[in-house]
């Protein structure tokens, strides 16, 4: 049954670079979609973007200029990075894995995951 | 983006009801409606994929119809631990936006 963790800093400050990790456990990183999603009290659940194993991303507009989504196989691990962060980036950050075909597109499995907080 | 919209925001209801939560996208998005629950401090659970299939080891109490813009999960018959959240969320398109929840309390 795979698995998958978060990892990182539960605080950043602001202008730094938030930075996060998610290992998947159970299961190959193989032959998948993974994605980056965080929940805020103001915004909800917010999608972050996703990442191919292969490498292929795909960001939200909103936060495009800051994300880089990476992926290594090696270590099955993919990681998010958010630099410039401010104090709205504080949320719980999840990573999931997609799954499905021609646009019908969903999360099936779900890391725990990491409050982060942007304060100084 | 595409907005979706979830109503009521809340409900009340008692163990054993049937409960309908709706979903309304701001365009049409086909069958690429998914419904997860979420429960306090927890990651949301997928419930129902593609409008209407029912994710592996969901009680089939919960289901799912729609296509277009207009959604809805109904719970058949209400249990304790039912009483949470629910969010929908389109994957028509990126960015996959989600609706702003629908929790359902014990009346």
């Known amino acids: 049954q795979v698995q998958l963790q978060e990892s990182g800093p539960g605080l950043v400050k602001p202008s730094e670079t938030l930075s996060l990790t998610c290992t998947v456990s159970?299961?190959?990183?193989?032959?998948?979609?993974w994605s980056w999603i965080r929940q805020s009290p103001e915004k909800g659940l917010e999608w972050i973007g996703h990442?191919?194993?292969?490498?292929?991303?795909n960001y939200n507009p909103s936060l495009k200029s800051r994300v880089t989504i990476s992926v290594d196989t090696s270590k099955n691990q993919f990681s998010l990075k958010l630099t410039s962060v401010i104090v709205a980036d504080t949320a719980v950050y999840y990573c999931?894995?997609?799954?499905?075909?021609?646009?019908?597109?969903?999360?099936?499995?779900w890391g725990k995951g990491t409050t982060v907080t942007v304060s100084s | 983006d595409i907005q979706m919209t979830q109503s009521p925001s809340s409900l009340s209801a008692s163990v054993g009801d049937r409960v309908t939560i709706t979903c309304r996208a701001s365009?049409?998005?086909?069958?690429?409606l998914n419904w997860y629950q979420q429960k306090p401090g927890k990651a949301p659970e997928l419930l129902i994929y593609?409008?209407?299939s029912l994710q592996s080891g969901v009680p089939s109490r919960f289901s799912g119809s729609g296509s277009g813009t207009d959604f809805t999960l109904t719970i058949s018959s209400l249990q304790p631990e039912d009483f949470t959240t629910y969010y929908c969320?389109?994957?028509?398109?990126?960015?996959?936006?989600f609706g702003q929840g629908t929790k359902v309390e014990i009346k």
């Open positions: 159970g299961g190959s990183i193989s032959n998948y979609y």
């Open positions: 365009q049409t998005i086909s069958s690429y």
């Open positions: 999931a894995r997609r799954l499905g075909v021609g646009g019908g597109y969903y999360m099936d499995v």
């Open positions: 990442i191919h194993y292969t490498g292929s991303t």
């Open positions: 593609a409008a209407s």
């Open positions: 969320q389109q994957s028509y398109s990126t960015p996959r936006t």
